[in-house]
């Protein structure tokens, strides 16, 4: 990462400084213009060129990783939709906290308006 950094710097550098050999009715405005065009053209040329692997590589991963997700949603999907169905809105609950035991609870914030269950909930004896 850090030559695709010095290499960037190196480009635009080059670019920024005029050539002996030319005068200011020579290259004009649009010639400038051009340079870091292509300085630009250059510069991005590398970056995609240094992260390709990368991509190639997580690309893969997630094509692992595929079914797994969509078991995932098959199978967790009907009771994550149960429990948003069962809470009024997340955010008048704090994060979850693992007990020692095991037991994960969600603690309602205390700040949160008196909780009213659906008129079709069951009731917990």
Do not use: W
């Amino acid at each position: 990462m850090k030559h695709v950094i010095l290499s960037a710097c190196l480009v635009l550098s080059v670019n920024a400084l005029p050539l002996s050999a030319q005068t200011q009715e020579e290259g004009g405005i649009e010639e400038g213009f051009s340079l870091m065009e292509e300085g630009a053209k250059l510069l991005f040329r590398g970056l995609m060129s240094e992260m390709e692997p990368a991509i190639d590589e997580f690309s893969d991963m997630a094509q692992e990783l595929e079914p797994a997700l969509e078991l995932l949603a098959t199978e967790m999907g009907p009771a994550l939709m149960e429990l948003v169905r069962t809470l009024d809105s997340v955010r008048y609950y704090e994060a979850p906290e693992i007990l020692p035991n095991g037991d994960i609870i969600i603690r309602r914030s205390p700040d949160a308006p008196e909780f009213t269950p659906p008129e079709n909930a069951p009731i917990d004896l």
